[in-house]
């Protein structure tokens, strides 16, 4: 059936698992992957989309590091956006709308080409446990499969109970049951767990819509792509999605059943997403704006299909087809399933380690919404953090630990180790402290040799990078030491009302002005002779730029964040005993006690703990 013991058993096959599995076994580890439906592997339960502000960015630092997001995501696309683009690089955010059923069906196919990977349809309901240490699982039917380590990413699926209206049953996806006897091993074994809660809008038949009534919203005209290899390429041609609004009338019918709402009428305890709130909770919030964008959002190339982004609701189904028939272009909609709610476990994850390693059961690594994180992106790379420290345990290496300079997915996973989260988490760009760093043009640069050295990202990858950075390294040096006479600069300094030039200056300068943009310095003629005489790609030119225009910010993030690094390798023993440091504040020992930091810098970021606290831990560690 299988064999007796793996390296790595994955537990889940949503987007964590799928990572999680996918490194294990490209690192050389024998990796098992339990899912309760092999038929629903990376199944995108909410939106067909992938990326967005942040979010992007995690796409991209999970394809440097040599995970598979950003491939299916190129490869299963039918639309790319580059968001932000009016904004700051640090700002600038990928995102694709997905072909839902070809992005499912590309992951099965990639894992089911990893000769490391073996599969298993079960249900998990309880854990093998030896001492200190997990040893393997117990599946419903009763068979013990054995790992020396185990990964859960269990999603929504923990005592998964869903809410349409006063209606409520278990499951942890429509049209899927509810998983059990996880909680109650981890309670048993001293975890301590909460109710978090998601929902999902209704999902409309597409032919039963009138596009007229509505606004295009198209696609990128050049669109981009997530991952850095050449095995994707981008778009060649793409599907609209639009857009409308809600009314006063649409408000108006929602809050008739008000009175029915799980959300309002108490059934429902536990918290939702904050940034992405349901439309009775947005109409209820907002009671001043009279009308809420929806995105419709084709769920494939061939599909009629729709997904009616904004409008995520768990009123009742007579309800929401009443009020989404009083929208512009929904007159006639046809439903294929209303939205729904669902309340799930999840343990709060400061019980966790920078490698998502439990810190109660050594070997039991946690990744996903089992976190209390919500969205792909976010669990994608708590995914692949979990597999890849699950196989350097395996491989008795130093775990692989990303800091809050180097990548979102390092501010995601000290964020949720360090504070905790009590409702769903979702990364925005404001969490990152170095977001000008951490750009998804350069994740690369950034995560790519980390990739390589633990032997997930391949030597073309790396090679492909180191020529990117040189290229692009030189043509700043060609900037610096090129000189421009005023003679071809003015024409265009005066057309961008920028003060002319009495005297010969470095292009680096003159490029360096807020008012000056790439085409204008392309439309330099040294500068297109250098272009063509060196061969050079629109990613390379695009990174030339950033580094010319942002010189100073960058320099500026770069020295704040060596100032982070000098405290970050400040460390803290394990069993550091903070109730012997009388000068500090109670609530800084009860947290410090309760969290264990492993660093001063940890340290400083978790509440309750003041300057004044870490002022005192230094002088007690002799620093």
Request: net charge neutral; hydrophobic share 35%; glycine share 8%.
């Amino acid at each position: 059936m299988f064999q007796n013991k793996y390296d790595v058993i994955v537990v889940g096959a949503g987007h964590a698992g799928c990572e999680a599995a996918a490194a294990a076994a490209n690192m050389g580890c024998k990796t098992l992957l339990v899912t309760m439906n092999l038929q629903t592997i990376a199944q995108m339960s909410c939106n067909p989309a992938v990326g967005g502000i942040a979010k992007g960015q995690i796409v991209r630092e999970i394809d440097a590091l040599g995970g598979f997001t950003g491939i299916v995501s190129d490869r299963t696309a039918i639309q790319f956006k580059m968001l932000n683009k009016s904004k700051g690089p640090a700002m600038w955010s990928p995102r694709v709308q997905s072909d839902r059923m070809r992005f499912s069906e590309e992951w099965r196919l990639i894992l089911e080409q990893i000769p490391n990977v073996d599969f298993y349809q079960d249900m998990i309901r309880d854990l093998i446990v030896e001492g200190e240490h997990v040893s393997g699982v117990v599946t419903s039917l009763g068979l013990n499969i054995y790992g020396s380590t185990v990964v859960l990413t269990n999603g929504t699926f923990l005592n998964g109970l869903i809410h349409i209206g006063e209606k409520q049953f278990g499951g942890g996806r429509a049209g899927e049951s509810a998983s059990f006897g996880i909680t109650e091993t981890l309670v048993r074994l001293g975890f301590q767990s909460g109710r978090m809660k998601t929902g999902t809008p209704p999902r409309v038949d597409g032919r039963s819509l009138d596009y007229s009534k509505m606004k295009v919203e198209a696609g990128d005209a050049n669109p981009s792509k997530f991952s850095y290899s050449n095995i994707t390429s981008p778009l060649t041609h793409q599907r609209d999605c639009h857009m409308t609004y809600t009314s006063n009338e649409v408000h108006n019918l929602l809050r008739e059943g008000f009175d029915r709402s799980p959300m309002f009428n108490g059934r429902i305890q536990s918290l939702g997403p904050r940034y992405c709130p349901s439309i009775e909770d947005k109409i209820n919030r907002f009671a001043d704006k009279d009308r809420h964008q929806l995105f419709v959002e084709p769920e494939g190339w061939n599909t009629v299909e729709v997904y009616v982004n904004g409008f995520s609701t768990s009123l009742p189904e007579d309800v929401q087809f009443k009020a989404l028939s009083a929208v512009a272009g929904f007159e006639k909609v046809k439903f294929f399933r209303p939205g729904y709610a669902i309340e799930y476990d999840y343990f709060p994850p400061t019980q966790l380690k920078h490698t998502l390693e439990t810190k109660i059961l050594k070997g039991l690594f946690f990744a996903g919404q089992i976190n209390g994180t919500t969205g792909y992106e976010e669990a994608a790379s708590q995914g692949l953090m979990a597999g890849i420290n699950a196989a350097l345990k395996v491989l008795e290496k130093d775990p692989l630990i990303l800091k809050r300079d180097e990548a979102y997915i390092g501010v995601l996973i000290d964020d949720l180790i360090t504070k905790g989260t009590e409702e769903p988490y979702r990364m925005f760009t404001s969490r990152a402290e170095f977001r000008t760093l951490l750009r998804q043009d350069n994740a690369d640069f950034r995560l790519t040799p980390k990739g390589y050295e633990i032997g997930l990202a391949s030597e073309a990858r790396l090679r492909r990078m180191e020529e990117k950075l040189e290229k692009s390294e030189q043509m700043v040096q060609f900037f610096k030491n090129t000189s421009l006479s005023p003679e071809e600069a003015n024409p265009v300094l005066e057309q961008k009302e920028s003060s002319l030039m009495t005297q010969s200056d470095k292009m680096f300068k003159v490029f360096s002005r807020p008012q000056i943009d790439l085409s204008d310095i392309r439309g330099f003629l040294k500068v297109q002779e250098y272009i063509n005489e060196k061969h050079l790609d629109e990613e390379i030119i695009e990174q030339a730029e950033i580094q010319v225009k942002y010189a100073g910010y960058i320099e500026k993030e770069r020295l704040n964040a060596e100032k982070l690094t000098r405290l970050e390798d400040v460390r803290i023993p394990e069993n550091f005993d903070y109730s012997k440091i009388k000068s500090m504040s109670i609530e800084a020992k009860q947290k410090l006690n309760a969290l264990k930091p492993v660093s001063i810098s940890q340290a400083s970021r978790i509440s309750g703990v003041s300057p004044s606290d870490i002022s005192v831990l230094l002088i007690y560690m002799g620093r």
